[in-house]
């Protein structure tokens, strides 16, 4: 294996939350600004820097709380309402000092259960340097962030 092979990563969780799909899906891509309000000691602040909320290309900037204040700018590649899913990229922010790309997808899909829904989330990354750790804190961050908007969203 080469070691720019080792530099490759992919984490992937799936949590299942008491929200549909479609409203998990609209608050992150429509009114991620509102996820503070969710989950107050994860993320902080979600700001838009380019473009209107939602759409492919705009670029928002998040602050969140991990161990110390953090930012991160990212753009929305894709976008795919039919699949509840979306694509971003992260352009600049803290993570990016032990990282050469990361990208974020997630997914939301109904619950077979037949009420609530199974949000995917998937991190795909490469490491500046071999010694870095996997950005596992980040996703189980991304994770309880997910739970707290299924309880948000539902609450009455």
Known sequence: MSSSTSLVGKLESSTEIEASAEMFHHMLLHKPHHVSNASPNHVRA???HHSDWGKVGSIICWTYFLGELKTAKEV???VDPKNNS???RVLEGDILEEFKNVVVKCKATPSAKGSGCV???VLEYEKLKEDVVDPETTLEMLVQVCKEMGTHLTKP
Do not use: G
């Open 119 to 121: 949000v995917q989330w």
């Open 46 to 48: 979600c700001d838009l």
């Open 86 to 88: 979306i694509t971003m």
């Open 76 to 78: 929305i590649e894709s």
